[in-house]
């Protein structure tokens, strides 16, 4: 039984980063498309999210 624990907890672990790895992905790639838009545009964007 103790070796489903550890492969459950590598499991989850992993999933974590995967999960930590999108959503930071998707800030930068959400940060980078604002910055194309001009100022008035980039304040109603920041102040949706």
């Not at 492969?7 to 940060?31: I, M, P, T």
Request: hydrophobic residues 40%; glycine residues 2%; negative net charge.
């Amino acid at each position: 039984m103790p070796r489903w624990v550890a492969l459950d907890s590598e499991f989850n672990a992993d999933a974590k980063n995967v999960f930590d790895y999108l959503k930071e992905g998707y800030k930068a790639c959400l940060d980078a498309y604002i910055n194309t838009l001009d100022e008035s545009e980039q304040k109603k964007m920041l102040k949706m999210h």
